[in-house]
């Protein structure tokens, strides 16, 4: 009796170490093929879009009554509603974003997401729809230092890893007498320099805009308002060689910027300014 | 005032994932853990060698890979078709790596068992079964308490991995609101795991001085 439990038992697990096996073979394999024709009759079956977000202020956060508001929550509920589709918000790991869009557990990223042609060849962007550009926080009291080249000497810089802050911190020539240091997050670069232990952190101009507002624990932080840098775009992103999607998302996208309630949103959160479609 | 009023309700939203985690894995890898700690034992040479290999692989592998494994593997090979949500996965790999630690805990606490009580067992007429389950195994958890709960204490503090596939637990929570410009909720959640821990110590203590009778 025993004897048979035991190769009962044998015998499962094997299975299940093959089970195991030819998985991830069909992971390795499927990955490129991902998102062939049928893309967006899956999304249109299931009746919803599900956009993977952030919480980052003002594009996706919570507001005092825990509801989920922001620019881009307000954005993709009215493509939404043009593409005939409910949205839905998931809450993702920035870091797993292409893995999640890959696994379709979400069908686009739609996070203030930077334009780069890595992930150009990576993904399907979609038209650009904001500007955006990086811009230098430090102590209020060190605002003015830190508007010559030479006043970086000595100097730490810190940006989040990959991001266009870094580009910047270690591509731009103002920044060549200053030390760099890549940390994981935006969020981190600021308590870097909110601590002391860096004096410069390279964020966002968007970013900004929601955290460095009076009575927030970074009040005493401002942007150097003299210096800005690389000027780069938000755009959506969905799985690669997904066209019929693509062409859908872009139609909606200039439905929504033709007849201003896309500048209409963005007034609300005082991003009118930095729009790239519709008439200003 | 109200800010922290309402940073403490979303910090305690984002500890009741955890707890679940936490109550769920117990309740699973506890007697999972048993089952494996069996199989890796067993005297049958093929299931002895397949449970070692299991127990090698996860105790091999960090934590936080396995979630990504139990999560991102099944969507990515079935182009979608199947894929657990994100609690389930969560559940799936905290169990199945915490079975293989306690499965290696209860080793060590059944073979410190003296050969003479099996022996006298025998003598007596009891069944192995008997024996395993009336003289073994109640010694055995009275000298694996203090492992198990320095094992059980770790899985409190592991519960925040599972923010890596988005499951909203304490920490990522409290990350959120550095994004919103507040620093101190990532430091007060701390506060809330150390009153969990502290309770548990408070509970060990107490079980390990119920146990205390079967000092031979």
Known sequence: ???????????TLTAALFVGCSGSNQASSGS????????????????????????????????????????????????????????KFQKI????????????TIDCIWNGMTITDERKENMGISTAYMENKQVMVTKKANADKYTKADALKGATVVAEKKSAGEEVA???????????????????????????????????????IGTLSDGSD???????????????????????????????????????????????????????????VGNK | MEEFLSVTGQLFTGFGENCFIFAITLLAALPLGLVVSLGSMSKFKPLKWLTKTFVWIIR??????????????????????????????????????????????????????????????????MKRSQIFFNVVLLQVIKRITAPIGNEI?????????ASVIA??????????????????????????????????TLLFSFIEKKLDFYKG
């Open chain 1, 1 to 11: 009796m025993k004897k048979i439990i035991a190769l009962l038992l044998a015998v």
């Open chain 1, 32 to 87: 490129n093929s991902n998102a062939a024709a049928g893309d967006w009759s899956y999304i249109a079956d299931k009746g919803e879009l599900v956009i993977g977000i952030t919480y980052f202020e003002p594009m996706n956060y919570k507001d005092d009554k825990g509801e989920l508001t922001g620019f881009e929550t307000e954005f993709a509920q009215a493509v939404c509603e043009k593409l005939g589709v409910k949205a």
């Open chain 1, 93 to 104: 790991d920035w870091d797993s974003k292409e893995v999640e869009l890959n696994a379709k």
């Open chain 1, 170 to 208: 270690k591509g731009d020539e103002f920044f060549k007498q200053a030390t760099y240091l890549g940390v994981d997050s935006q969020a981190k670069a600021l308590l870097e320099v909110k601590s002391g232990t860096a004096d410069i952190a390279i964020i966002d101009y968007v970013m900004s």
């Open chain 1, 218 to 276: 970074y009040a005493d932080l401002g942007v150097v308002d003299e210096k800005s840098f690389s000027p780069e775009q938000y755009g959506i992103a969905i799985r690669k060689n997904d066209k019929e999607t693509l062409k859908k998302i872009n139609d909606a996208i200039d439905a929504v910027a033709n007849d201003g309630t896309l500048k209409k949103i963005a007034e609300k959160y005082d991003l009118e300014d930095l729009l790239l």
């Open chain 2, 60 to 125: 091999g592998t960090p934590l936080m890979l396995q979630l990504f494994v139990v999560f991102y593997i099944p969507p990515l090979a079935s182009q979608g078709g199947f894929a657990f949500d994100r609690m389930q996965a969560a559940l799936i790999a905290f169990i199945i790596n915490y079975a293989a630690y306690f499965s290696e805990i209860y080793r060590g606490g059944i073979e410190s068992i003296p050969k003479g009580q099996y022996e006298a067992g025998y003598v007596l007429g």
């Open chain 2, 153 to 161: 204490i770790t899985l409190v503090k592991d519960t925040s991995l």
């Open chain 2, 167 to 200: 499951i909203p637990e304490i920490l990522m929570n409290a990350k959120d609101f550095s994004m919103v410009g507040l620093i101190w909720p990532l430091f007060y959640s701390a506060l809330f795991f150390l009153a969990f821990c502290g309770i548990l």
